[in-house]
């Protein structure tokens, strides 16, 4: 390391700063080389093509996303004067941190010994997003996950034979741990792909990231704290704010009415669709916006449900933990695609942007579809909604070879007298080493559900399970057909480890499982 922190030793405000700080930045015009302009910032593809449209189209309605809680009517102006500020505001601090850059490339030249300005800087190396994280629209079509295999990972602590040995202590291993541990940092801490290029950190190493890891974080949550605090509508930071609003920008969405639900692990917006870039996709007139909320701690939870699924496994080693939060946002893009497919009532995906899902709206003129559970339905639809879940947990099973896993009266709606699946990320095929297990808590609800509303021939739960996996469990009571799910996974797990697949009874492709060996 050859740069001295001179910068990070004094206070920002104790000594004179560079020469310049004392100008007015926005004094001295300086046209030469600005690295990143407003108008690289809202170049978007879509952006381009239907930038001649555009210009036609009235400021308010682009106008009318740029709002805190996105509510349209009064205060219109000043909340585009809020988000105009904000992104002057971020091009601001990137055109000063280039002039800073420039500044401390000319002081150091050649010289062995450099100064640092980096606590100058206004925007904090962990908030800028790196362009391999980028992630443009997305192609709904092709389901990268469908054609992988289950892959082998050694369940004992060691691997090899007689004295070529290698236990988890193993100087090597250890390395690799550690470079792998440093997933766990802050989203925003960029380690780079030490996975990639086999880099094995010893603990020593490891030990002192980690601590900086810490700080940063720590630093960067103050930062961030004070700009959240600015914003009226805490749910949304500045940058889905960007991607939103680059959204109606491309004409993609016309307005973004307002919020519909706000939840743990996501925000639901709804919106009135635009015009479409291509001629082949249509956008629907009314829209839902799931933003998948990009702060680490309420997705920590969820992990079991994307470390185990062997579609993702390769990939969410090799992740940080932003882009798996993204990954949640792309697979409820799968699995409502193959939903689509399979004719399930479910929301048509218009567009994943990041953490962001686009998708046709259940409900109308704004109003969302009820769900099961706040709808009072009469004997005769109630049983109809019945006979309509059953049919679709089967074919979810067969013909999506996926279990819902988080399906209840809450995840239903009630629209147009049909019964409608919805939030989906968490979906898992049933060979997920937990796939039995979810799909027996689904069954759970869904028969307490029909059975309180009084559907008198509404399956129990261990009928309904069995009715929508084939599976024939005989246990009569919940203790062992849970026993006995449980043996099913652990029979099909040793299985993968074994002999590096699934049992052949389920390893066609796309197919679900059938478990009766
Ligand atoms: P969460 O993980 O927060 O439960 P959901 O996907 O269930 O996310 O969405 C939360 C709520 O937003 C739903 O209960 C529903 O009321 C509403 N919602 C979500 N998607 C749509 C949609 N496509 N159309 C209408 N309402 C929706
Ligand atoms: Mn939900």
């Not at 185990?308 to 080693?317: H, V």
């Not at 686009?358 to 006979?387: C, N, R």
């Not at 979906?427 to 028969?447: I, W």
Request: proline share 5%.
């Amino acid at each position: 390391m050859d740069s001295v922190g001179v910068a990070a030793a004094a206070p920002p405000d104790a000594g004179p700063g560079p020469a310049w700080q004392s100008k007015c930045p926005w004094g001295a015009p300086n046209t030469t080389s600005i690295s990143c302009s407003l108008a690289d910032v809202m170049s978007e593809q879509l952006a381009k093509e239907l930038q001649l449209e555009e210009e036609n189209a009235a400021f308010p309605e682009v106008v009318a996303v740029a709002e805190g809680p996105f509510i349209t009517g009064e205060n219109i102006d000043t909340s585009s004067d809020l988000m105009l500020a904000q992104m002057l505001q971020m091009e601001f601090d990137r055109e000063y941190d280039a002039q800073l850059r420039r500044e401390e490339k000319k002081i150091n030249g050649d010289s062995k010994v450099s100064i640092s300005f980096e606590n100058y800087r206004k925007v904090h190396p962990y908030d800028s997003d790196s362009s391999e994280d980028e992630v443009d629209w997305q192609d709904t079509r092709h389901d990268p996950y469908r054609a992988d295999k289950p892959t082998t990972t050694p369940r004992r602590g060691f691997i090899g034979k007689g004295k070529d040995i290698t236990t988890k202590h193993d100087e090597v291993v250890c390395g690799r741990k550690n470079t792998a541990r440093m997933e766990n940092f802050a989203p925003e801490f960029q380690v780079g792909d030490g996975i990639g290029m086999d880099l094995k950190l010893s603990n020593q190493v490891f030990n002192a990231l980690k601590q900086h890891a810490y700080s940063e974080e720590r630093r960067s949550a103050r930062l961030h704290e004070k700009k959240e605090h600015s914003t009226a509508e805490k749910a949304v930071d500045p940058k889905t704010r960007l991607l939103l609003y680059k959204m109606v920008n491309a004409g993609m969405l016309e307005t973004i009415t307002g919020c519909i639900s706000t939840g743990k692990e996501s925000v639901v917006f709804h919106a009135y669709g635009g015009k479409s870039a291509t001629e082949d996709k249509v956008i629907p007139p009314e829209c839902a916006i799931k933003v998948f909320k990009t702060t680490l701690n309420e997705f920590k939870n969820r992990d079991k449900y994307i470390k185990d699924d062997y579609r993702f496994k390769d990939r969410f080693s090799k992740l940080n933990p932003r882009k798996i939060i993204r990954m949640w946002a792309e697979k409820e893009m799968h699995n409502l695609t193959r939903m689509q497919n399979a004719g399930i009532p479910c929301p048509q995906v218009v567009i994943l942007k990041k953490h962001v899902l686009v998708m046709s709206f259940i409900g109308k003129d704004q109003i969302p579809a009820p769900k099961l559970k706040d709808v009072t339905l009469s004997s005769e639809d109630m049983k109809k909604a019945y006979y309509q879940t059953l049919n679709m947990m089967q074919q979810l099973y067969k013909e999506c070879n996926l279990v819902h896993a988080d399906l209840s009266e809450y995840n239903m709606l009630w629209h147009d007298g049909t019964v409608w699946l919805i939030d989906v990320s968490q979906s898992v095929e049933p060979t997920h080493p937990h796939g039995l297990e979810f799909l027996f808590r689904d069954c759970r609800n869904v028969a307490q559900f029909f059975q309180k509303g009084g559907v008198a021939e509404a399956l129990n739960e261990r009928e309904l399970f069995n009715a929508v996996s084939g599976l024939n469990i005989t246990a009569d009571n919940e203790v062992d057909f849970q026993a006995e799910i449980e043996a099913l996974e652990k029979m099909n797990e040793d299985h993968v480890q074994n002999h590096g697949k699934k049992l052949s009874a389920f390893s066609s492709d796309g197919d679900p499982p059938i478990y009766d060996e």
